[in-house]
């Protein structure tokens, strides 16, 4: 940049051309931030007008990340390739504009799989993949700003030396973690493939339809509890009840689709072990909280299996009952107390109007 030598850096030079940070400790501490960054590959250019502290994170997680696609000789359909980078979550607003080499060849592998998935198919699947990159994302920068950054931040009170920190754990830790998983999603993939479940495909060769028990549990009084409860009371309560109810769902052979706040969505095999996890967590307790109590609704048949979610009637059914049970309760479908072990006692609760279907449906409430 004009008029400012790189080797000669001063904090009068920088702010001159719109390089500043006011909340660091002295004119020392700026030039020692911006040469570490431009030590990290980034531009004098790159610094204007941006707040310092978010810099270093990309530059040193991404080092490599120096390709710009619209001049890279990207070999492949450009309108397509835009596309599944939206998909991925590459080339938002909020996303760096150049992209890594190993990026590259991500996108080009996904152009590979379009005679083999189809279009529509494969940025559905590529759309799965990066809202579940950037969740895992988030949770990982979540916890690392508050074990990791904080605590470095608080003892030297230095920029330079947070930045420092993270260039060294990823160089250790990233590739590790990277490969961990992949690992993960290697194992998940192997077990879902090799289950014994009836599935079969749609006429129309929309999607897959599977035989499961779809249950939803919902944690009584959360919205209450969340008035009064300050951050760590919050806190602690949300990670006791996502905690409890994956290892309750996961011991028991089912899978936890999603967790919505106070509430989670859970698929099971057979209705026997649907019973099995709900009657689980009927007895769930958060500790140092008043929310012991949750309720359950439970349907199954049918569903439509799309994108690692599932939708259809049975999903619908199980997502209203819950909102018609008591606390402390479960309550099934006629189809779920038909299929249930014989020693399990249910109480009927009459035919009854559900929310989005066209005719009410008998519901049982088990004895627990």
């Keep these: 940049m004009r008029g400012v030598n790189r080797d000669h850096l001063t904090a009068d030079s920088l702010r001159s051309i719109g390089i500043s940070q006011d909340d660091l400790a002295s004119d020392a501490e700026l030039v020692e931030v911006v040469q570490l960054l431009l030590d990290l590959g980034a531009d004098l250019d790159d610094l204007v007008d941006r707040n310092l502290r978010f810099m270093a994170g990309p530059l040193v997680i991404r080092p490599d990340a120096t390709v710009d696609v619209s001049a890279s ?142 249950g939803f549990v919902d944690l009584v009084g959360f919205t209450r509890f969340t008035e009064r409860a300050n951050a760590r009371e919050f806190v602690e309560a949300l990670t006791q009840f996502e905690r409890q109810v994956h290892e309750v769902v996961v011991q028991n052979g089912g899978t936890l689709v999603k967790l919505i706040g106070d509430e989670a969505m859970f698929v099971a095999p057979t209705p026997t072990s649907a019973l099995a996890i709900a009657r689980r967590l009927a007895k769930l307790e958060i500790d140092g909280s008043e929310l012991s109590t949750v309720r359950i609704g439970i349907a199954t048949g049918d569903v439509i299996a799309v994108g690692g979610d599932f939708y259809g009637t049975v999903v619908n059914s199980a997502s209203r009952i819950v909102d018609l049970a008591e606390p402390h309760t479960i309550v099934v479908t006629e189809a779920v107390r038909d299929q249930a072990h014989g020693t399990l006692v249910f109480e009927p609760l009459g035919r009854t109007a559900i929310r989005g279907l066209s005719e009410q449906i008998e519901l049982f409430r088990l004895a627990i």
């Design 73 to 214: 000789g990207y070999d492949g359909d450009r309108e397509f390739v835009q596309l599944c980078g939206l998909a991925l979550g590459f080339n938002g607003d909020a996303g760096p504009s150049k992209l890594t080499p190993g990026e590259i060849d991500t996108l080009q592998f996904f152009q590979q799989l379009r005679p083999m998935l189809g279009d529509d198919e494969l940025l559905a699947l590529m759309r799965v993949i990066g809202t579940a990159a950037a969740r895992i994302a988030r949770s990982v920068i979540s916890t690392l700003r508050l074990n990791y950054e904080t605590p470095i931040a608080e003892e030297t009170d230095h920029l330079s030396d947070v930045a420092t920190a993270y260039g060294r754990l990823s160089a250790d830790l990233l590739p590790q973690f990277l490969d961990s998983v992949g690992t993960v999603l290697r194992r998940h993939m192997a077990i879902i493939a090799g289950r014994d479940q009836t599935w079969e495909v749609d006429r129309h060769r929309a999607a897959t339809i599977e035989q499961q028990s779809v």
